[in-house]
């Protein structure tokens, strides 16, 4: 059987943390910023960790 392959996509938004938990980037910060406090947008800045409910499926994108 062929090797499997990493979803293209997917190995550019999420990573691995040490503990192996998987790292995501926030959403709700491509566009319409300006209608979002400034307070909102510091939020939004920082990473958070993809939930257990989909923690299955990235890691299966990512072949791990």
């Known amino acids: ?14 990573s691995f943390t040490g503990s192996g938990e998987i790292k995501r980037f926030q959403a709700f910060t491509s566009h319409l910023m300006r209608k979002k406090s400034n307070k909102a947008k510091t ?3 920082g990473s958070a960790l993809v939930s257990d409910a989909d923690y299955a499926r990235v890691k299966r994108l990512l072949c791990k």
């Open 43 to 45: 939020r939004l800045r």
């Open 1 to 14: 059987m062929p090797k499997m392959k990493t979803h293209s996509s997917a190995k550019k938004r999420y």
